[in-house]
Structures are given as C-alpha cells and as structure tokens.
C-alpha cells in the first residue's frame, strides 16, 4: 500500500523568509504532483514531476524529484501572503490502474 | 471550455437518504475519480473507473456506489450506508495519453 507523508502539517512564517515542505512516499513512483487548495475551494495543479531530479519553478515555487530517496520538496522563497493555502503533494503509483495517493497536507499561513 | 463538472454544489441529506452527486466532464478524458476530503484532511479514494462500464474500489468504498454508463459522466451516489457522510466531494478524470488530473470544483455534502 502506498502511503504518502508530508511534513510539516502546519507552517506559519513570516513574509519575506524561505521554507521547504517535504513529501515522502513509500513504492516506486515515477509521477509526483503539487497542487494548491484555498479554503472551500478545489485543487489548483501547480507542478508535474515525471522523472528523477526534475525541478520546476513557478514565481517563488519550486518543486524538485528525487526517485531514488522517494523525496519531492516544494521550496518557498521569500513568501508573500497570497501563497497562504493549504498544499498537497500526490502520487501516482506505478501499474495499470492510475490513481492518486495525497499527503495529509501542509496549511501555510504567511504572516505580514 | 473542455473541464469537469460538479452539481450541486451544496447537498443536505437527511438520515436514511440515499443521494447523487453528479460529475460530468467534456475533456474526453478515459478514466474518473471520486474522492473524499474532511476538514484539515487529504484526499482519500473511494471508486475509480478507467473504462465504460467498468470501475473499481478505492480506499473507502464502503457506502457509496458509483456507474460508469457513459464516458463523460460518473456520478456518486451516498447510501444510507455510509454512515458519517458529511464530507467535501472531489471528482477528477485523467487522459491516458496527457500527465496530470483535472479536478472539479467539489459538491459539499451535509447530513441534517
């Protein structure tokens, strides 16, 4: 059974200041997903990591790959409050069947 | 615009009551999802379907049935079964050929 592990839960900081959420997981992966969730809202896809050492960037998000230590992080750089949300990272384990296994999620809050 | 559809997107339901939730999507998308969300939670698997008329179990099935009758549509439907129903509901579909999910915008469902 694939499990999926973020870290930290909750994450509180200062605008201006730079963070790294971590997402383990525990089979062979080969995709791994970001995306953003606002409070009462659907999921907003933010990055696709389709192979080992893969890094994307978008504005002050970044998201890196490393399938051989089952390791994605999403580093935040000099947060602004419009990036206070909640993030999950997902996995979509190898196989026929296709589907997607989320992390509990990390519950940004940036404060002025 | 090709995405996916939710209706409602607010659903009470009274003890003992059977209710569907719909999920309609024009993308031409092969397999569907349906998911679970509780507050300050992930995203948890109830059914699947990668294939008309056909559709499997996901991590907490127990109480809910689905039907895959047509490719654009996969609707939900809380029996008087599930218990503890009252949950935020997040259907997604995927193309086989193109990386990544497309979620809809969720039907929130309250038991009265």
């Known amino acids: 059974e694939l499990k999926v592990e973020q870290n930290p839960l909750f994450l509180s900081m200062q605008e201006g200041k730079n963070y790294t959420i971590y997402c383990n997981y525990s089979t062979t992966s080969d995709r791994l997903y970001w995306y953003r969730q606002d409070p009462g809202k659907s999921l907003e896809s933010l990055f696709v990591l389709l192979s080992n050492g893969a890094v994307k960037q978008e504005g002050r998000l970044m998201a890196s790959l490393d399938t051989k230590a089952r390791l994605s992080t999403l580093h935040i750089t000099a947060a602004v409050h419009d990036l206070s949300a909640t993030y999950f990272c997902?996995?979509?384990?190898?196989?026929?069947?296709?589907?997607?296994?989320f992390g509990s999620g990390t519950q940004l809050t940036v404060l002025p | 615009d090709g995405g996916i559809t939710q209706s409602p997107k607010y659903l009470f339901r009274k003890e003992g009551q059977n209710v569907t939730l719909s999920c309609e999507q024009n993308?031409?998308?092969?397999?569907m999802y349906w998911y679970r969300q509780d507050p300050g939670q992930g995203l948890r698997l109830i059914y699947y379907s990668q294939i008309v008329n056909d559709f499997q179990k996901g991590d907490i099935a127990e109480g809910y049935s689905v039907s895959r009758e047509k490719k654009e549509s996969f609707p939900l439907t809380v029996t008087s079964a599930q218990k503890n129903p009252t949950a935020f509901y997040l259907c997604a579909s995927r193309a086989e050929i193109v990386m990544g999910y497309t979620f809809g915008s969720g039907t929130r469902l309250t038991v009265v």
């Open positions: 997902a996995v979509d384990a190898e196989g026929s069947a296709r589907q997607l296994t």
């Open positions: 993308l031409n998308h092969d397999a």
